[in-house]
């Protein structure tokens, strides 16, 4: 049996308005959530994909968007009861990510009692100053309703999603957002600054935004702050307090397996002849057209040792060159020249079988990557 872990991303493609900084696959609902349609769709995809998956243990279910909450809780119940039938989830982390601009107390309620463990809140700022810059539906006010509504509905797993270096903010102000999310003592934080994506409309009409030894200033002074409030910076913009690591994300930094069904969803299988990518089509349109539809490309070597170092390398811990191994098949002297050349810079630091990124080998990623 396939021993690589396995998670199940599954992408809600709408949202209420399109922010403009956002990259992702979403797009404006203008009307009604097809849900039922949706949901019908999923399933469809689910089942063209699982063959020969069903034994595997499921590490975690994620729901990502666009915005997932604009469906009913109803729906999402029938989503998880019938994907339950064919995989086993009850040890899986079951994440949902909600928009506050969409906050009702009972859609809460009802997520809860349809088996989703954990929420995922899109605050990115609780400046309305801030969150009108950057296009978002709801205010400062409503993210801390949001936050509280999880946690009436029983939500003991919650992150809270924070970007700095918005247009005109200053390190006090981007510093009070972070004291904000730690006094309401979320379990999980990601903290990140906010980057112009082409494909986006902050990329047509950039905004002035913080300069780069600004912005390093208050990743700096940020990251103090949440060390001494007890979160553990276990990856480049993840903070965990003790042992609530998102462990779908882990899943992915760490190169396991995912099935990813849902309108432009993307997924990664181990297979005996080789790692395969599979994507869905991204239009709405197109995927409630024809949900089984896949592309499937294998992964060369070349690209595996770049995608594996891409993920396992935002890892503070990094990964273990047995890892390397497991999940890639490649034999772990395809990394020597890199190591050994990403060690004389400072960037990685050996222990044994443990390679890991030193401070600045984290703070410097994409350099790092480059000596490849």
């Known amino acids: 049996m396939n021993a690589t872990p396995l998670s199940l991303y599954i992408h809600f493609p709408w949202c209420v308005r399109k922010c403009p900084y956002c990259d ?17 769709a999923l399933l469809q995809d689910f089942h063209s994909q699982i ?3 069903e034994q595997r243990p499921l590490v975690s279910v994620f729901m990502g968007g666009g915005t997932p909450s604009l469906f ?10 019938t994907i339950g039938r064919r995989l086993d989830l009850a ?43 950057v296009g978002r539906i709801h205010s400062g006010n409503e993210a801390q309703r949001a936050y509280e ?25 981007a510093l009070e957002d972070l004291r904000t999310a730690i006094s309401l003592a979320p379990t999980h934080l990601s903290w990140y600054q906010l980057t112009i994506e082409p494909n986006t409309y902050f990329y047509r009409y950039p905004p002035i935004l913080p300069d ?60 005996p002849e080789g790692i395969r990518r599979t994507t869905k089509s991204r239009a709405p349109v197109d995927y409630l057209a024809a949900p089984e539809k896949t592309r499937s490309d294998q992964v060369s070597p070349d690209d595996l040792v770049l995608e594996f170092l891409m993920n396992a390398l ?26 050994q050349k990403a060690t004389a810079k400072g960037l990685l630091s050996c222990d044994g079988d443990q390679v ?15 000596l490849l």
């Open 314 to 339: 935002r890892l503070t811990r990094g990964f273990r060159l047995q890892t390397f191994e497991q999940r890639t098949g490649l034999n772990r002297k395809a990394l020597d020249d890199f190591i």
């Open 356 to 370: 890991m990124p030193t401070e600045k080998g984290t703070e410097f990623l994409n350099d790092l990557l480059l």
């Open 24 to 40: 992702f696959n979403s797009h404006e609902l203008g009307g009604e959530v097809p849900a039922r349609q949706y949901v019908d």
């Open 212 to 271: 780069g030894d600004d912005a390093s200033r208050i990743s700096e002074a940020g990251q103090r702050l949440l060390a001494d409030a007890g979160y553990e910076r276990y990856e480049i913009s993840a903070y965990a307090r003790e042992t609530h690591q998102s462990q779908h994300n882990l899943n992915y930094w760490e190169f396991g397996d995912y099935i990813g069904i849902g309108a432009g969803a993307h997924g990664k299988l181990t297979t």
């Open 91 to 133: 040890t899986a982390e079951i994440t949902l990510e909600a928009n506050p601009g969409t906050f009702d107390q009972a859609h809460f309620d009802g997520y809860r009692e349809a088996g989703i463990n954990r929420l995922s809140i899109g605050v990115q700022s609780f400046s309305d100053a801030s969150l009108k810059a």
């Open 149 to 173: 509504g999880a946690r009436r509905a029983g939500f003991g797993r919650i992150n809270l999603d924070l970007m700095y270096a918005l247009p005109g903010q200053s390190m006090g102000a």
């Open 51 to 53: 063959d020969n998956q």
């Open 72 to 81: 009913p809780p109803n729906a999402l119940a029938r989503l998880l009861e």
